[in-house]
């Protein structure tokens, strides 16, 4: 009976520290870090949804202003925070496209971003998406012109730039009209 109960205790003990360790996972020197669920499918409808594919093209679907986000074969696992620091270096060409093709900058929460990274590193998932899916009105404002290769967004992205122009001030009242000698 002893030896039983010895057991149970060393089992629970170990049970305990497991926790601990995997508590520890997520607590790197001292701060909580959140673990997101990842889904290819939720990505590959945001894409559509969210507009993404106007600009970007999947498996030959969408626009070309904006790089293909084709799945590389082989390529390393997911990381959404790579992905993210990928879209953070594209964000002035990004909002600048969205102000002026969709009227508005696409807004993004951290699960979407993370189910867009998903999606982009889908192979199969990505081979599930058809001009079909895309809505018939949106069909047509797919980008043709690769604005990333023949604009030079470097000078762009090196300006700061954000999509719009600071207001000036003065701007938007009328110019007084000259005086003209009698």
Same mark, same amino acid.
């Given at each position: ?5 010895l057991i149970i205790a060393a089992a629970a003990g170990l049970a305990a520290c497991s926790q ?27 894409? @559509? !949804?969210? =507009?993404?594919? %106007? ?9 070309? $202003? *904006?790089? #293909?986000? &084709?799945a590389q074969v082989g390529a390393p696992p997911v990381d959404p925070l790579d992905f993210s ?14 102000? @002026? !093709?969709? =009227?508005?900058? %696409? ?9 867009? $990274? *998903?999606? #982009?590193? &889908? ?11 895309v809505p018939e009105p949106m069909r047509g404002s797919f980008l043709d012109e690769q604005f ?35």
């Amino acid at each position: 009976m002893r030896v039983r109960t010895l057991i149970i205790a060393a089992a629970a003990g170990l049970a305990a520290c497991s926790q601990q360790a995997g508590e520890a996972e997520n607590n790197i020197h001292g701060l909580d870090t959140v673990r997101r669920e990842l889904d290819s499918q939720a990505g590959r409808s945001l894409f @559509v !949804e969210k =507009g993404c594919v %106007i600009c970007h093209a999947v498996n030959g679907v969408g626009g070309k $202003a *904006a790089p #293909a986000l &084709d799945a590389q074969v082989g390529a390393p696992p997911v990381d959404p925070l790579d992905f993210s620091a990928r879209m953070w270096r594209g964000a002035p060409a990004m909002i600048e496209l969205q102000s @002026v !093709e969709l =009227g508005y900058t %696409i807004d993004l929460t951290a699960d979407e971003i993370a189910n867009l $990274a *998903a999606f #982009a590193a &889908d192979r199969a998932e990505q081979e599930k998406l058809t001009v079909e899916e895309v809505p018939e009105p949106m069909r047509g404002s797919f980008l043709d012109e690769q604005f990333w290769e023949a604009e030079d967004w470097s000078e762009f992205m090196r300006g700061g730039q954000e999509g719009y122009e600071p207001p000036v001030e003065g701007a938007g009242k009328p110019e007084p009209e000259p005086e003209t000698p009698e």
